[in-house]
């Protein structure tokens, strides 16, 4: 508690008494997402487990995670079923199921869950006047059906949809059905009509055969750095059977600076890169991309899964960029 009141975390008093205070207050994890859910995700004995592996994973080029958990941090938290976690590695740790365990995975994907949307939060700075944030860059009213492809609890769609202009969007939320089942349980948190918002209980990486939206744009936020190559490009293709033929895909991802652009080390938010690539290696196997790279990735996936990159919006530095792929 002391080094923590030295950070401005609480308060040290007189007599080795603490108080809380402002900062503790941002750490609450019981008001809905926030940076305890953020604390409590990066500082995951799952996260510290697998630093022990950096080493391993500079050397072969393959994700900590993977190499200490027998999986992907994507398997982890949605595919108990086919990927079982081998007990040979279950320990207890401070958590109150067994790290590897069914019930500590779901536990894991939901923290997980809360603190990306804590990070949407801190990238899209939505309620901030003046910033140049997603919804300033992109004309949002020239879409009709929407799919957020990915879209959690349904906040950033909700977002949009609010926005002047874009009353008349149809939405749709995509992502795993556990999911998509928390989020049904608090659609009335959206501030939106039942009959302008659906959800759809999906896996990004199997086709989407029932599905017949015949949307006109698709979203996808975070996405790149998450998926091995070929993930990629799979994902994207499977986003095509969402069109009606021709369509719109937003890539909607943060990106690192460019080599020598001393600028946007640290954004707006106070994101801070560095830390942000060592858990990128630690979960993927690769640093956090930079423009140029994100750019060149998007294009190389994109041409091979059917689309062309037309135009990328940029927010404030820190904050999200919008790549705009066309079907072709």
């Known amino acids: 508690m002391k080094v923590l009141g030295q950070w401005g975390i609480g308060k040290e008093l007189d007599n080795k008494h603490f108080a809380k205070n402002q900062g503790m207050e941002l750490l609450r994890r019981d008001k809905g997402p926030s940076l305890g859910h953020l604390v409590h995700y990066y500082g995951s004995e799952e996260h510290f487990f697998a630093l ?44 109150q199921h067994l790290i590897g365990s069914n019930e500590r995975r779901r536990e894991f994907a939901q923290n997980y869950i809360h603190a990306m949307a804590c990070i949407s939060n801190l990238t899209l700075l939505q309620d901030h006047e003046g910033i ?80 017949d939206l015949h949307a006109d744009t698709v979203t996808m936020k975070s996405f790149i750095c998450g ?20 369509g719109r895909l937003l890539i909607i991802e943060v990106c690192s600076p460019n080599p020598g652009d001393l600028n946007h080390n640290i954004g707006l938010n106070g994101r801070q890169n560095g830390f942000w690539n060592i858990h990128m290696l630690s979960a993927c196997g690769t640093s956090f991309p930079s423009l140029k790279e994100i750019t060149d990735t998007i294009q190389e996936a994109g041409n091979k899964a059917g689309y062309k990159l037309n135009q990328i919006y940029n927010t404030f530095p820190g904050g999200y960029t919008i790549f705009e792929l066309f079907t072709q």
């Open 132 to 211: 140049n944030n997603v919804y300033e860059v992109y004309p949002w009213s020239s879409c009709a059906k929407l799919v957020d492809v990915g879209g959690s609890t349904g906040h950033f769609m909700a977002s949009v949809m609010k926005r002047p202009g874009c009353e008349h969007i149809q939405g749709f939320v995509m992502d795993l059905p556990a999911v998509i089942e928390e989020a049904e349980k608090r659609v009335n948190d959206l501030g939106l009509s039942s009959n302008r918002i659906a959800f759809i209980k999906q896996d990004i990486m199997k086709p989407f055969c029932s599905l």
């Open 52 to 95: 022990g592996m950096l080493p391993e994973c500079v050397r072969h080029g393959k994700p900590a995670f993977k190499l200490q958990h027998g999986m992907s941090h994507y398997n982890y938290m949605s595919d108990m079923t086919t990927h079982p976690y081998s007990e040979s590695k279950m320990v207890m740790g401070s958590s």
């Open 227 to 246: 998926f091995a190559d070929e993930d990629k490009v799979s994902a994207l293709k499977n986003c095509k059977s969402l069109f009606r033929g021709s």
